[in-house]
């Protein structure tokens, strides 16, 4: 292996690293994983968020948001209510119980990588972009198929 593969393997190494020692923090002291740690957020900043919106702002297919829902919903951390103006329309709210586990929450609530993207450059994004999208070809990676959060993978 060259030395800059050597490099960009251990630098792999250690992000991944610290993004599954901040998600196990995340599960160790709220007991929801950091995905549903990260919805809960959203919806504590935008109460009456829909699903779709969730999805978006969290960079996951509408259906994988609507899963996770599911789950914190049964848990009792959030509620949907159908809009008074359109009943087509279901809006997101924290329950007590949602409030509670986002109070447990480290920081960053959304995750280490998720808060660590949003702060670069946008230069720094791209040109991050399309040395990932390089090394995904090069491993013939299928992109749009992986949807899900890293606490959910």
Not at 3 to 26: C, D, N, T
Request: proline share 5%.
């Amino acid at each position: 292996m060259n030395p800059s593969a050597h490099e960009a393997l251990r630098l792999f190494r250690s992000i991944y690293a610290a993004v599954r020692q901040h998600l196990q923090k995340v599960e160790r002291r709220c007991g929801a994983s950091g995905a549903q740690v990260w919805a809960l957020a959203m919806v504590a900043r935008q109460p009456g968020i829909r699903v779709t919106e969730l999805a978006s702002a969290m960079a996951i297919h509408p259906s994988t948001a609507s899963n996770l829902l599911a789950k914190a919903e049964r848990s009792g951390l959030i509620r949907r209510e159908r809009s008074a103006r359109d009943q087509r329309v279901v809006q997101l709210y924290l329950t007590e119980a949602g409030q509670a586990v986002l109070a447990k929450a480290p920081e960053p609530v959304a995750g280490l990588l998720p808060d660590a993207l949003g702060r670069l450059p946008d230069e720094v994004l791209g040109r991050l972009s399309n040395d990932l999208q390089a090394l995904a070809n090069t491993m013939a990676v299928e992109v749009e198929t992986v949807n899900e959060p890293f606490s959910e993978l």
